[in-house]
């Protein structure tokens, strides 16, 4: 069956044209109108070359790290999977003191002026600048749009060189920020008055990334920086294109500054000051024991969104390169999960790099000695079952392919059904088991129909409620067995943390 509808799916979609003489930015359109299915990807470790299977490159062995040049070679991959949006982990240069890890981490930016060393290929004949800008036009030619990470805070490094861009202590001491060790905090100012030092690292960043072709910001741990800096600089990149989009790293759950010396500044207050999205809570859905509080998040979140004009939109945040692997939490059932209510709900669909073949992101040499590094630290530091981001790692990846086909499934559905899930209405449905979700979007013509089972240890049955809905014809989606559908109810009995994916017409 699944290869039947992917076929219909595939006729019934209009022909887009990937290939253009000139690329024209159109993200934050496709961004507000919940069309972009996002890959978050490690630059470092997108196609390199790990052939001893230890987890990490050593390039005196004849391996290969991920570079600009080479990650061409996965784009035909990425495209194939649905995917047209690549959310780009940062590319600034990464700190060498007081480090994480041999390569050093992403988010402790050295500098904002240039671009990643790690990522050049010397046997190029382009320069570093071409190089990134290649990558960037061969997406554009697949129609994958690319969105560029802006880190939050410095390297003790950048610190050393100009300690007037840092909060520091009454003793001249910069500020760490939480546990983030290889980090210091960058100055923001206050709503008043912005910190003029910080803004034009910033201005110059977000110059340097749209002379590249980039097409929008991701801004890591938004939260730490004042509305009216964020609104200033949102403003000039607009005034040089309208369609660049922005993307917070703010959540409804997130209440607390990083530090007491960092300001904290809301999602709601980072969405007037220019926003166009930001991460819905979503990503605890796996502590979520019942439908309430599945359906509170989800409400919640889709009713925070009609409150602004412009609109605006937020991302599948089920996973992120912060969150542990789902196959290590619930097992492959959870990923699939995910996949199923990223393409079935009003939202940007996001995932992270081997994701899609359920990789568990093991590094047989982590946290472990290494014969080679690149900072003062001579450990493979890395975050247990979570994507790296500290060394030169290994390409993500993993081997279920049942996952890997629901994933290109999922996002063909997706965009099959956006029209319905953007004009209709997210219902939560009443169910005789509190265990069991269920719920359609759509309008008077055609629903979504989702059911699941947050059980992820065993089956649950219940009896789904769908009103003023009395036919009892319908076209399954996604189902393991075709459930009984008789006036208005279904009768239904799921496996450990299926989910059902039903058209209702």
Known sequence: MKKLLLTLLMFSLPCAVFAQDEWKNDLRSKFLNNETIIMEINMRSFNSQDLDGDGFINEDLGEVRGTFVNGVERLDEIKNLGINTLHILPITPAGKLKALGTAGSLYAAADFKSLNKDLYDKNSKLTFEEQAKSFINEAHKRGIRIIVD??????YDLFLQRPDLFVTTPSGEPILPSDWTDVRLLATGTEDKIDTNVYSLYKDFVKYMMSLGVDGIRADVAHCKTAAFWKELIAYSRSKDPEFMWLAEVSES???????YAVFTPYDKLLEAGFDGYYGSFFNIKDWKKADEFYSQISFTLSELNKFAPKRAVIGSFTTHDEVSPILLKGPVLSDMIIWLNATLPINSYFVDGFQTGDEYKYLMGNKSALNTNTDDDIYFTHKGKIDIFNLSRKPGGNNTYLKNDFILGN???KSLLPTLNEGNFTPLKTK??????????NSDKRVLVIGNLNFNGNEKTTVIIPKYKKDTFLP?????????KHGKIQINLQPGEIVVLILD
């Open 254 to 260: 997130w209440h607390d500054p990083i530090s007491s």
């Open 433 to 442: 088991n509190s265990k069991v979700f269920a719920y359609t979007v759509g």
């Open 150 to 155: 802006i880190p939050a805070c410095g390297s």
């Open 477 to 485: 989606i996604k189902v393991s067995q075709v459930p009984s559908i």
């Open 412 to 414: 063909d559905v997706k």
